[in-house]
Nanobody, 117 residues
Framework: EVQLVESGGGLVQPGGSLRLSCAAS????????MSWVRQAPGKGPEWVSA????????YYLDSVKGRFTISRDNAKNTLYLQMNSLKPEDTAVYYC??????????WGQGTQVTVSS
């Protein structure tokens, strides 16, 4: 059974940092591209970042470039998202997904990130 379990969310002040983790199991993690997707209250899902299976190709949503860093540790079956200089508009539930978050991809249960003073 494929499982993706996100952690690391929370309440942070504007300008603060959080590091999200996604522990993967039930599939060959190192063979899959992975993504982070977020969903703000009242809005649809928004793709945030992606990394290929080997970690050599990385992509970001324009609004998070220079502030967020995606990475992975294939030995630990874990995906990360380091988020710095957080803004209120980054408030959302953040999901870890396989692939590019398509209809056939797997999603975790999500972790809440709230940026507020």
């Amino acid at each position: 059974e494929v499982q993706l379990v996100e952690s690391g969310g929370g309440l942070v002040q504007p300008g603060g940092s959080l590091r999200l983790s996604c522990a993967a199991s039930g599939f060959t993690f190192g063979s899959y591209d992975m993504s982070w997707v977020r969903q703000a209250p009242g809005k649809g899902p928004e793709w945030v970042s992606a990394i290929n299976s080997g970690g050599g190709s990385i992509y970001y949503l324009d609004s998070v470039k220079g502030r967020f860093t995606i990475s992975r540790d294939n030995a630990k079956n874990t995906l990360y998202l380091q988020m710095n200089s957080l803004k209120p508009e980054d408030t959302a539930v953040y999901y870890c997904t396989t692939g590019r978050a398509g209809p056939d991809d797997y999603w975790g249960q999500g972790t809440q990130v709230t940026v507020s003073s």
